[in-house]
């Protein structure tokens, strides 16, 4: 495997997936081969395996039990750690003999977090795509939606909601850094999540969609996805995150009432703006090819 950058972090689903290998520790099971899964929930976090119903004609035992033993082992090794990261969950064992994990609030801004505070780039000298011709309306969306991130970032650092490492920028740069607050008060003081709205809760589902489908994209078949279906994908992954942008910018406000009565409200939706920025950026120069543009 080519060593490609920190994007190379497994994401929330290929740690569940380390997790699980640990739990079933069996030499005829590789990482590949347990079946998991996002669920369909855009609110929540979830992934759902049905690892037990194949391993349970292997152990000969029903499904049910075998699904039991390996959350007991991911649930012991999970409140055996000493502090909490990115890839806290719990787990519930269903009817069926699914196994459903959701991130927590916690981990989930510590996922959130992690997007704001490092740097999505290839390596230098790592091959990537260079587009030869993309539709301009295919793309444009994206430049579109990575500019107006830019521009949120430079008025919020102007009006001191945040304060930008470097603000003000004339060109492009590897990338951009929240100074403070750090670390973004994505959590209250019950350890809830203060992004709540429904367009909060599917722009951060996606972004660590995203994450995780590049994740995958690096830590598989490196060369072999450069050169087929990867344009395409990247469009794909570009458009879907966009779209959440989108939606998320015309239904939460940050200014005005938001940012006097609830700083900390708008200070988090300022960190999944430049999570967002962040990795469409990563997608547009690292792997399209195509300038991430300041302002349009």
Not at 95 to 104: K, Q, R, V, Y
Not at 162 to 182: G, K, M
Not at 263 to 283: D, E, M, N, S, V
Request: charged share 20%; glycine share 2%; proline share 4%.
């Amino acid at each position: 495997m080519q060593e490609v950058g920190t994007i190379l972090v497994l994401g929330a689903k290929g740690m569940l997936l380390k997790r699980l290998e640990s739990a079933i520790a069996s030499p005829t099971i590789a990482r590949e081969e347990i079946p998991l899964q996002r669920t369909k929930d855009v609110m929540r976090v979830q992934y759902i395996s049905a690892i037990a119903l194949k391993l349970a004609h292997i152990w000969q035992q029903p499904a049910i039990e075998v699904a039991t033993q390996l959350a007991a082992k991911c649930q012991k090794h999970n409140k055996n750690r000493s502090f909490l990261s990115k890839e806290d969950f719990t787990v519930t064992v269903l009817p069926s003999g699914m196994i459903l994990f959701e991130l927590t609030d916690v981990s989930i801004a510590a996922w959130l977090q992690y997007l704001t505070d490092t740097p999505q780039m290839l390596e230098k000298g790592e091959s990537e795509i260079k587009s030869a011709f993309i539709e301009s309306d295919r793309i444009f969306p994206v430049q579109y939606s990575h500019a107006r991130c830019c521009s949120l970032l430079r008025l919020a650092d102007r009006d001191r909601i945040i304060d930008l490492v470097e603000c003000d920028r004339q060109t492009s740069v590897p990338y951009w850094q929240i100074l403070n607050p750090n670390p973004i008060p994505w959590l209250n003081s019950n350890n809830c999540l203060r992004l709540v709205h429904p367009a909060e809760l599917n722009l951060s589902s996606q972004l660590l969609i995203t994450l995780d489908t590049l994740a995958a994209l690096f830590n598989e078949n490196f060369e072999e996805r450069l050169s087929t279906d990867k344009l395409t994908n990247s469009i794909k992954l570009a458009n879907t995150l966009s779209d959440a942008f989108q939606t998320f910018y015309s239904q939460c406000r940050i200014w005005g009432e938001v940012k006097t009565e609830t700083p900390k409200l708008a200070q988090a939706r300022l960190g999944l703006i430049l999570a967002t920025q962040t990795l469409l950026q990563f997608i547009l120069e690292e792997l399209l090819g195509i300038i991430a543009p300041l302002e349009l």
